[in-house]
Structures are given as C-alpha cells and as structure tokens.
C-alpha cells in the first residue's frame, strides 16, 4: 500500500534546513511540498513501492502506510519512531492491542564511518581495478 500524510499532523519540516525530510529520504522521488499549503504529499501512489524511508524519516510522524496483512492483520497500523540508535515499531491491531518492537539501526556512532580508508587517491582512470579491488592484479590476457 502506498504511503500517505495525515496533513492535521504534516507541518512541511518547518524550520528544517533542505525541506521536509519525506521529500529529501524518498529514493523514488514521490514525495514533494505542496508549498502552497505547506504540506507533503504522495505525488504518485502508485508508483511507491513502500520502503517506508519517509515514513520512518518524519518527525511529526505524519507519514504512514498501511502495512500488509501478512505482517498486522486488516484494520490495524505499523507505526515507527525512530532515534539516532534505534528504529521502535509500533504495532497496533484492530482490537485495540498495541505491541512494540525495537531494533537497531546502526553498529557504529553516526558520522564515524570513513569509507575511504585505505583506499587509493581517484584519478587513474588508466587503471583497470575497481575501486573496492586494491591491490589485486589482473591477469594478462
């Protein structure tokens, strides 16, 4: 199911620097600012193919999908919140019961990740390796 924004909560990442964050996170480019109105929309619904990136990105946590039967049955909601560390998924049924998962989302503080570290300098493009390949010498043929 499509992702959509409950816009009595959507309040367009007011004060965010580089717009709302459902708009920058969406890897297939559907969410956008009706700047009009101030608030988020779903420009193609069927076109979502439900990653659910914009919904785990709001911080108003006006985004939502409805989650497939297979995993919270028909009725009820897959609410997640998350935190620099941990991503805490809310399941609510249709009955009323409400149980809550918490997983991780990181192995390492955010920022530290240097993925250039030994690695060679760019600029030989002579040079037949890939960039993940130092080292390694190719046959010839």
Known sequence: MPTFVWTEKCDGCKGADGGPAC?????????????????????EPD???????????????????????????????????????????????????????TFPVRTTPEGSIDPYRGRPAAGNLSDQLLFTEVGRTLPVL
Do not use: S
């Not at 049955?73 to 998350?82: E, H, L, Y």
């Open 47 to 101: 076109q979502c193919w439900d990653c659910q990136c914009c919904v785990k990105a709001c911080p108003q946590q006006a985004v939502e999908v409805r989650p497939g039967a297979d995993y919270v049955p028909m009725g009820g909601a897959a609410i997640p919140v998350r935190a620099n560390n941990t991503v805490e998924w809310t399941i609510k049924f249709r009955d009323g019961e409400v149980k809550r998962f």
């Open 23 to 43: 708009v920058y996170i969406c890897p297939h480019d559907l969410m956008k600012l009706d700047a009009g109105r101030g608030k988020a929309f779903n420009q």
